[in-house]
T-cell receptor, first 115, second 116 residues
Framework: AQSVTQLDSQVPVFEEAPVELRCNYS??????LFWYVQYPNQGLQLLLK??????LVKGINGFEAEFNKSQTSFHLRKPSVHISDTAEYFC?????????????FGKGTKLSVKP | GAVVSQHPSRVICKSGTSVKIECRSLDFQATTMFWYRQFPKKSLMLMAT?????????EQGVEKDKFLINHASLTLSTLTVTSAHPEDSSFYICSARTGTGAEEQYFGPGTRLTVT
């Protein structure tokens, strides 16, 4: 069965510090990978996605992620965070040939940026 | 581009009544729309997948008679929570795909349902 694991439920970090939010997946088939951000009482906004090609993907708001097939990981990074980055971050996968491209989400990581 | 709206953003209803939530793709045609439910401090749980003009496909454990989904056009899907109870209180989010082969889903802003 396919699954997505976000190892950290909460990540506190000081402003201007670097951050990495971890995501691992389990699948026997090839995948598409996504990171979404959710601000309080709002829907999800796509940060970045990996469909194919370069394994280093750059997204909005200065975030980037690297697809590592051997480690089945897609960790999200930002070299210097801002207070406004405080939000919930979700890693998601969909599977080649999966039924209508259904997304499977991780449980989320709450990023708290402190001054 | 690729904007999805939901209406209403918040709704409070009494137990036993029904509530309809609309999901619209504003600038593209959505052949497939998804409905998710998000519990407090939890991830999104896929409830059902709807294709325009056909019956929705419900995930295991989701009562199709309680959560009625209609996808009458390429830009509109509705979720009706029938005979709502307090345990149905949740954040409901829809998403839409363009059907062009890309795997990206565009999400609506969500609807907060509170059943009293």
């Amino acid at each position: 069965a396919q699954s997505v694991t976000q190892l950290d439920s909460q990540v506190p970090v000081f402003e201007e510090a670097p951050v990495e939010l971890r995501c691992n997946y389990s699948s026997s088939v090839s995948v598409y990978l996504f990171w979404y951000v959710q601000y309080p009482n709002q829907g999800l906004q796509l940060l970045l996605k990996y469909l194919s090609g370069s394994t280093l993907v750059k997204g909005i708001n200065g975030f980037e992620a690297e697809f590592n097939k051997s480690q089945t990981s897609f960790h999200l990074r930002k070299p210097s965070v801002h207070i406004s980055d405080t939000a919930e971050y979700f890693c998601a996968v969909s599977f080649y040939g999966g039924s209508q491209g259904n997304l499977i989400f991780g449980k989320g990581t709450k990023l708290s940026v402190k001054p | 581009g690729a904007v999805v709206s939901q209406h209403p953003s918040r709704v409070i209803c009494k137990s036993g009544t029904s509530v309809k939530i609309e999901c619209r793709s504003l600038d593209f045609q959505a052949t497939t729309m998804f409905w998710y439910r998000q519990f407090p401090k939890k991830s999104l749980m896929l409830m059902a997948t709807s294709n325009e003009g056909s019956k929705a496909t419900y995930e295991q454990g989701v009562e199709k008679d309680k959560f009625l989904i209609n996808h009458a056009s390429l830009t509109l899907s509705t979720l009706t929570v029938t005979s709502a109870h307090p345990e149905d209180s949740s954040f409901y989010i829809c998403s839409a795909r363009t059907g062009t082969g890309a795997e990206e889903q565009y999400f609506g802003p969500g609807t907060r349902l509170t059943v009293t």
